[in-house]
């Protein structure tokens, strides 16, 4: 039995017998995990708070050969993220944030990075008055580090430089934008200049602008990385905690205008 110590974070959590819960971990040297924290029910002084979710910490592992559920065998708990917590709109966006972290499971060789991502994400989120715009840079960010950034510069399909301003016609199946040759072959849609520009923003290394959208300008933008998570991470299979924030029923709870639909 080989034993796996490394940087963790909690992303879901559920009880397992009368004592013991089970945890999906991100890991940033090991991808996502499943673990048994034994004795987690009944004890707290076991594990404590640090299996609350999106807790994050210094976990060990006993890992046997052959089997998906490893022992946990401590948790260091560095961070709790409580501010997540604090909003019904933080809560749903790190729910979404991690959920498409777990549907990526991202392979060891990417692991770090894609970890890296998910925690800047999360602290952003947990501290944030603006928690839609800042899952929407953590889920773009988390897809650009494991591999899946959107071409915004080059026709994904030929390769040409596009023009540097302006809208593009975008693909979300085949990974971008399009130029107009290819747009011709493939079902695009528009991607209007500010949406480029702010997809821009969010893949490069600028801080996030602490503002918000415009209702329509939000709900495009969900749209938009919706379409893409989907084509590319679940094959479009559904989410649940993602597909429930790209709705946006928490904000509508939360006191924006209730479409037809509530
Ligand atoms: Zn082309």
Redesign the pocket.
């Given at each position: 039995m080989a034993s796996v110590v490394t940087p963790a974070i909690v992303l879901h959590a559920f009880d397992y017998s009368e004592s013991s819960r089970i945890v999906r971990l991100a890991t940033r040297e090991a991808g996502v995990q499943s673990v048994l924290a034994r004795g987690a029910r009944r004890s707290q002084k076991r594990f404590g708070a640090a299996l609350d979710l999106f807790a994050e910490g210094e976990v060990q592992f006993e890992v046997k050969a052959g089997r998906d559920l490893h022992t946990l065998s401590r948790f260091d708990a560095t961070r709790g993220r409580r501010g997540i917590g604090e909003s019904l709109g933080r809560f749903e966006g790190a729910a979404a944030l991690g959920e498409v972290m777990l549907r990526v499971a991202p392979a060891d060789d990417d692991s770090a990075l894609a970890y890296d991502v998910l925690a800047a994400g999360l602290d952003d989120i947990a501290t944030t008055s603006e928690p839609v715009v800042a899952t929407l840079r953590a889920v773009w960010r988390l897809l650009a580090a494991i591999g899946y950034a959107p071409a915004l510069d080059q026709?994904?399909?030929?390769?040409?430089t596009l023009p540097a301003d302006g809208p593009v016609a975008f693909a979300a199946a085949v990974g971008g934008a399009?130029?107009d040759?290819?747009?011709r072959l493939a079902p695009a849609r528009p991607l209007p200049a500010y949406a480029r520009d702010q997809l821009r923003a969010w893949l490069g290394d600028e801080p996030r602008k602490p503002t918000g959208f415009d209702g329509p300008v939000e709900r495009a933008h969900r749209r938009l990385l919706s379409g893409f998570v989907h084509a590319h991470v679940t094959d479009g299979q559904p989410l649940r905690a993602f597909d429930a924030w790209v709705q946006g029923s928490g904000a509508a709870r939360d006191g924006a205008p209730a479409g037809p639909a509530s």
């Open positions: 026709c994904v399909h030929c390769g040409d399009l130029c040759r290819c747009a």
